[in-house]
């Protein structure tokens, strides 16, 4: 099988923000095998961003395929240093990049689909938190900020888990 791959280079990314406090105790939350063997936290409690994010990494992948598709793929970034990652991204649908006026121009006819969540996004959002809950997370809903990210495109971007 030959994979396949866009010509286009970028996306604007859609879905939800989560800030990375938020982030760090929804990922505590979930089942203790999983978080505990991919933090590389001691008794200091030394546990960073990144090592959260490969908690959740884990815990994707250790998902029953048909629950699987129901767990949001997340945006990892990795940051030059002395820069501190804000927010967790993540995603429910995309839209090629064609230029800058899909965000600016509301004549565009991409602007409204990148600007307004749509019921998708937030039936996506919902049925991500449940599935979070029944492995002991507790992300709270109202937390989470829409938002759009012009990012490389899906498949081409090896950040995205």
């Known amino acids: 099988m030959v994979a396949q791959f866009s010509k286009v280079r970028y996306a604007y990314w859609i879905g939800y923000q989560l800030s990375i406090e938020d982030f760090i105790s929804f990922v505590a939350g979930l089942p203790p095998a999983i978080v505990k063997r991919n933090l590389y936290q001691q008794e200091n409690d030394t546990a960073e961003y990144q090592d959260y994010f490969s908690a959740y990494i884990k815990w994707r992948r250790t998902l029953p395929k048909e629950q699987w598709k129901h767990s949001l793929r997340a945006l990892y970034r990795h940051l030059p240093d002395g820069q501190t990652a804000t927010h967790v991204v993540f995603f429910t649908r995309y839209v090629n990049y064609k230029g800058p006026q899909q965000v ?17 996004d937030a039936e996506k959002l919902k049925r991500f938190v449940e599935l979070a809950r ?13 938002t759009f990210k012009k990012e490389l495109h899906p498949t081409t971007d090896w950040r995205i888990f």
């Open 134 to 146: 029944e492995y002991g997370g507790e992300p709270n809903i109202n937390k989470f900020e829409f």
């Open 104 to 120: 600016e121009d509301p004549a565009d006819p991409d602007y409204s689909v990148i600007h307004e969540e749509l019921a998708e």
